[in-house]
């Protein structure tokens, strides 16, 4: 079962795997951890952190979510949906309360996953994610223009338009050299696949530049002229520095750090699926990414998730166990012991271009576009969280979207509900009737008025359910509400039937219901609604109601009296 708290490493030692197999997650495994390594240091770059702390990461959190994942092939680390949100983080409070923001982050993703909320990406709508996606790979791209072009800029601005200004007026300072290493490094990368995709053109690309650069004593920036020295070495665990009054400032960024670890993993893990035919555990998924980013801080990494275009990496290389991510996060591991020192030599305009193709294939311009076709408020929703990300902050942009598509799809659904006043309609037209006889072949009594309400009734449908109900400007002696077509209600629907009920009773009026189904009658009976109007005035359909009504009529012509709160047999 999807649902199951079991990592999927369990299961695969259980069922065991062939030797020939093995190989293959070996080599899958080994092509993965070089693939991840410029990615690694680069995404590490861009979020204004140090280089090693990008390997740590991937080594740190790609070990663990392989090791605990509810997906078989997931590959776990740093990625470019973090950039953002981690470099804000940093130019604010630092590394330590970005390292304490991931340890909250880690703690939320472990609790949505015990309370089994993997289903959680079926909550985020499309547009709002096409819109943030884009406006991240916008601003990756904007910050890796300085170094690709080697401009003399000491402090750039975090601020989108202050240093897309910053860029036009320093533009003179430009490096040509940089400019030549950083567009050589781009051709690499876009022209290697058609030789081989075996091994990533970005390895190509760092491979031919580093030592062309180092050779020629080209004045190119490299890592070691703006980084210094690359540790080989992973650093003992330890808790960061934190001050308890920062605490609450940092939990916005820990539930934006949160929810992106969770979109992004599971959206990986359904990628996944659909290229394997398997079938991933999502809470168990939620689990292993908390593990994960409460790890990462304590080895002073940065946060992590499931990485799409590396887990698609895994599984074109014949990955179909946990074994391959195991064997990518010890590929990074030997190369951060062993090859880690010679990193500093890797120039900056070499990795820019790494980062601008990445953030190429992350903005989804295509999807973007077409997107420009659908209904106009998915149009709203994606273009507010895309100018919001650009020009405000990832935080606010995910938070507006979400609310945006939340009172957007409310505003769908109450246009759905409709309330008709069938006594006046009495009409073929008007009555999509699934029984036997519709309703204009019943006779309605005089004095009697019959109202029916299709859709959900919620709180967005209560004020046309009252406008619709205004028709009638003098009391009736029976009025019957048709709930046939109601398959669910919320405490607001239940409290506007409760003040037609009061109304009725004032009026002298008996209120009646048909159709009711089972779930709407609970949350009825759960708030004491049904106790408040009388089983007796619940019909089980609309001819058992008029029957009522005829037996209402009778005494009223008799000299009896019916009051809405009365009793009688039905």
């Not at 470099?87 to 390292?99: C, N, R, W």
């Not at 919001?388 to 759905?416: K, W």
């Not at 449908?461 to 028709?471: P, Y």
């Amino acid at each position: 079962m999807s649902t199951r708290l079991v990592p999927e490493l369990v299961s695969c030692v259980k069922e065991g795997c062939a030797r020939h197999q093995m190989g293959r997650e070996i080599l899958s495994g080994v092509i993965v951890g070089i693939v991840a390594l410029p990615l690694a240091i680069a995404f590490a770059i861009a979020s204004g952190v140090k280089p090693e702390q990008g390997l740590i990461t991937a080594i740190v959190t790609g070990f663990l979510i392989s090791v605990l994942s509810g997906s078989r092939v997931q590959i776990g680390g740093p990625t470019g949906a973090f950039v953002v949100v981690v470099f804000s983080i940093v130019s604010k409070f630092g590394y330590d309360g970005l390292a304490v923001a991931t340890l909250m982050a880690g703690v939320i993703l472990v609790c949505m996953g015990l309370a089994r909320m993997g289903a959680v990406i079926k909550f985020i709508p499309y547009p709002m994610t096409v819109g943030f996606t884009s406006g991240i790979a916008l601003i990756i791209a904007t910050s890796q223009i300085k170094d690709f072009l080697g401009l003399n800029i000491p402090k750039p601005s975090a601020e989108f338009v202050h240093k897309v200004v910053e860029y036009g007026q320093r533009f003179e300072t430009i490096n040509p050299y940089s400019l030549l290493v950083g567009g050589v490094s781009m051709a690499v990368i876009l022209l290697w696949p058609r030789v081989s995709r075996k091994v990533p053109g970005s390895i190509i690309a760092i491979l031919l530049a580093t030592p062309l650069v180092y050779l020629l004593d080209l004045p190119v920036a490299t890592i070691g002229s703006q980084f210094g020295s690359v540790p080989s070495v992973i650093p003992l665990p330890h808790l960061p520095r934190f001050e308890w009054a920062t605490l609450p400032q940092l939990i916005p960024s820990a539930l934006i750090i949160a929810l992106l670890g969770a979109i992004e993993s599971l959206l990986s893990a359904v990628v996944a699926d659909g290229m394997t035919g398997m079938r991933h555990r999502s809470n168990m998924e939620l689990v292993a990414q908390g593990v994960a980013n409460i790890a990462s801080p304590l080895f002073g990494g940065i946060p992590a998730t499931g990485a799409i275009a590396r887990t698609a990496t895994n599984i074109k290389n014949g990955g179909r166990t946990p074994v391959a991510g195991i064997v990518h996060a010890l590929t990074l591991f030997l190369i951060l012991i062993f090859l880690g020192r010679w990193a500093v030599l890797i120039p900056m305009a070499t990795l820019a271009a790494v980062l601008l193709v990445v953030a190429y294939h992350m903005s989804e311009w295509r999807h973007f576009v077409r997107l420009l076709h659908a209904p106009k408020s998915d149009i709203f929703v994606m273009v507010a969280s895309f100018l919001l990300t650009v020009f405000v902050d990832l935080t606010v942009a995910i938070e507006v979207g979400v609310v945006l598509s939340a009172l957007l799809f409310m505003h769908r659904m109450a246009g759905l509900t409709e309330v008709r006043h069938l006594t006046r309609e009495l009409s073929e037209e008007y009555s999509q009737e699934i029984d036997d006889k519709p309703i204009a072949s019943r006779e309605i009594p005089a004095g009697v008025e019959v109202f029916e309400i299709y859709g959900p009734f919620f709180f967005a449908a209560t004020s046309q359910f009252k406008d619709t109900l205004g028709i009638i400007k003098k009391p009736v002696k029976v009025l019957i509400l048709r709930m046939r077509h109601i398959m669910t209600i919320d405490a607001s629907g239940v409290h506007a039937l409760e003040e037609l009920l009061e109304k009725t009773a004032r009026d002298g009026t008996a209120l009646m219901l048909s159709g009711v189904s089972d779930r709407v009658r609970a949350t009825m009976n759960k708030t004491g609604f049904t106790e408040r109007i009388g089983q007796d005035h619940l019909y089980e359909d609309i001819d058992a109601a008029l029957t009522g009504a005829r037996q209402v009529l009778a005494r009223a012509d008799a000299g009896g009296s019916e009051t809405a709160m009365g009793t009688r047999p039905c």
